[in-house]
T-cell receptor, first 112, second 114 residues
Framework: GQNIDQPTEMTATEGAIVQINCTYQ??????LFWYQQHAGEAPTFLSY????GLEEKGRFSSFLSRSKGYSYLLLKELQMKDSASYLC?????????????FGTGTQLKVEL | DAGITQSPRYKITETGRQVTLMCHQT?????MFWYRQDLGHGLRLIYY???????DKGEVPDGYVVSRSKTENFPLTLESATRSQTSVYFC?????????????FGPGTRLLVL
């Protein structure tokens, strides 16, 4: 099976940088996704990593180390609207195709 | 508007009743998924479908039935609802499920079983 761990809650200050970590144990790894989910809304795609290294997209960056089973999401220049839950999801290749397994999410609170 | 929609958005039902949650996408995506989201568990896959008439179980399929007679529709049925099925249900779709392709989520259905 798959096991995905991420911190339950984090708090950061507006304008600062925050790093949300995700560790995973899985077989058939075929990519790692980060999603953002505001309260009462659907998850929305933030980033994707399948090779080791850093992927940068504006204020958001995501890093992957496959050998360590580790990823992080880096949020720069935090804004109040970044207060949300951040979901780490690992895609695995199975006989039935690609499936995503989600972590329980990290609730980020951005304060003034 | 194109996209993925779910209906109803909110539903209250009683234990033992049959409930069907609808999911419709206009992108002609091949893959469709049903998740439930509960506090402390995150998103858990119930069923998924790689194409019309092809469905497969996910992590928590017990008590649920799906069908996919048309590519654009993927209804989820609770045959005899239980209180433990109170949850937020999300439908998602993706074109091929390959490489960097993300899943697009519907707005969710909030189900309360009394």
């Amino acid at each position: 099976g798959q096991n995905i761990d991420q911190p339950t809650e984090m708090t950061a200050t507006e304008g600062a940088i925050v790093q949300i970590n995700c560790t995973y144990q899985t077989s058939g790894f075929n990519g790692l996704f980060w999603y953002q989910q505001h309260a009462g809304e659907a998850p929305t795609f933030l980033s994707y990593n399948v090779l080791d290294g850093l992927e940068e997209k504006g204020r958001f960056s995501s890093f992957l180390s496959r050998s360590k089973g580790y990823s992080y999401l880096l949020l720069k220049e935090l804004q109040m609207k970044d207060s949300a839950s951040y979901l780490c999801a690992v895609r695995v290749l199975t006989g039935g195709g690609n499936k995503l397994t989600f972590g329980t999410g990290t609730q980020l609170k951005v304060e003034l | 508007d194109a996209g993925i929609t779910q209906s109803p958005r909110y539903k209250i039902t009683e234990t033992g009743r049959q409930v069907t949650l609808m999911c419709h996408q206009t992108w002609s995506h091949s893959y469709m998924f049903w998740y439930r989201q509960d506090l402390g568990h995150g998103l858990r896959l119930i069923y998924y479908s790689a194409a019309a008439d092809i469905t497969d179980k996910g992590e928590v399929p017990d008590g649920y039935v799906v069908s996919r007679s048309k590519t654009e529709n993927f209804p989820l049925t609770l045959e005899s609802a239980t209180r433990s099925q109170t949850s937020v249900y999300f439908c998602a779709s993706t074109l091929t499920g390959e490489y960097q392709e993300t899943q697009y989520f519907g707005p969710g259905t909030r189900l309360l079983v009394l």
